[in-house]
């Protein structure tokens, strides 16, 4: 008897350091939000972007035209370089659009 409960204590013991290791499951579900195609309310969602900086994104974007790379968020007012990095595993620039789909956005 006392073989079988140290067999259920080391199970169990195992199960809890395979649980406490693993990575959180939304560390991979998490959603990449594509910000030349996103909305302002899309935006918001990110952490560290309210609604204002949102708005200006956005405007940015109709004004510049889509973003190259990530990195040109530093160019939107309000948007620095630790904000960058912390948006960087959380954004993405995707395929920019074709030039006259761009400007047809615009219009």
């Known amino acids: 008897m006392t073989h079988v409960r140290l067999s259920v204590v080391v199970g169990l013991l ?3 350091i395979a ?3 693993r990575a959180p499951a939304t560390a991979n579900d998490e959603k990449v939000i594509n910000i030349n195609t996103a909305s ?9 972007i309210g609604d204002a900086k949102a708005q200006v994104i956005v405007a940015y974007r109709e004004k510049n035209g889509p973003f190259k790379s990530v ?3 530093r ?6 370089e630790k904000l960058v ?8 620039v995707g395929a920019a659009p074709a030039p006259a789909a761009a400007a047809a956005a615009k219009h």
Request: aromatic share 0%.
């Open 85 to 92: 990095e912390k948006l960087r595993p959380h954004v993405t």
């Open 40 to 48: 302002a309310a899309e935006l918001k969602d990110l952490k560290g």
């Open 71 to 73: 990195d040109d968020l």
């Open 19 to 21: 649980i406490a290791t």
């Open 14 to 16: 195992i199960a809890c």
């Open 75 to 80: 160019q939107v007012s309000g948007i620095g």
